[in-house]
């Protein structure tokens, strides 16, 4: 079955670094997104992906982030100058349409900022 | 707004004992359900959805029904396993395509 991919698993960063977390969507899938979940904590979303723009995005989704889809393939979150608090796992996910369309994820990438 | 309640865990139960995870949602318009399982180190996996009031999900032996009158979607088993071991998320589906997570509950299974 096909799956949703993401690398690395493990980012450790130093604080004002930037890092790119990457994701490989599920091939005949049309949205993408992002969620975070800090430790012991829902998991958020954080942006939606459609037609090579962003289609909604929550308030956590500020100016340090951004995303890209530089291929047919790729799908990746950008983020300047990381802060401790952006410590937490990532997860990306993809469906093949809109509403009533479960969302499949990627196993995360944990993200620790030191 | 929108908002998923689930019960605080952690669960522990015995084996073949009967599982309830409560979830109770609030959403304007007419949400989609989940439940989500998320395995030791693996990422989310879809278990069950629900898209409109009184359709029952199911999957693996899971059940859960979408009641509207109580806005609620309820995850039953009724015997589990070891395996099912894991952290159980409820989650709704706006409208605006936005998925909106419970916080988990911690299930562990005791032979």
Known sequence: EPEVTQTPSHQVTQMGQEVILRCVPISNHLYFYWYRQILGQKVEFLVSFYNNEISEKSEIFDDQFSVERPDGSNFTLKIRSTKLEDSAMYFCASSPGRSNQPQHFGDGTRLSIL | ?111
């Open chain 2, 1 to 111: 707004g929108n908002s998923v309640t689930q019960m605080e865990g952690p669960v522990t139960l015995s084996e073949e004992a009967f599982l309830t995870i409560n979830c109770t949602y609030t959403a304007t318009g007419y949400p989609s359900l989940f439940w989500y399982v998320q395995y030791p180190g693996e990422g989310l996996q879809l278990l069950l959805k629900a898209t409109k009031a009184d359709d029952k999900g199911s999957n693996k032996g899971f059940e859960a029904t979408y009641r509207k009158e109580t806005t609620s979607f309820h995850l039953e088993k009724g015997s589990v396993q070891v395996s099912d071991s894991a952290v159980y998320f409820c989650a709704l589906l706006n409208t605006g395509n936005q998925f909106y997570f419970g916080t988990g509950t911690s299930l562990t299974v005791i032979p």
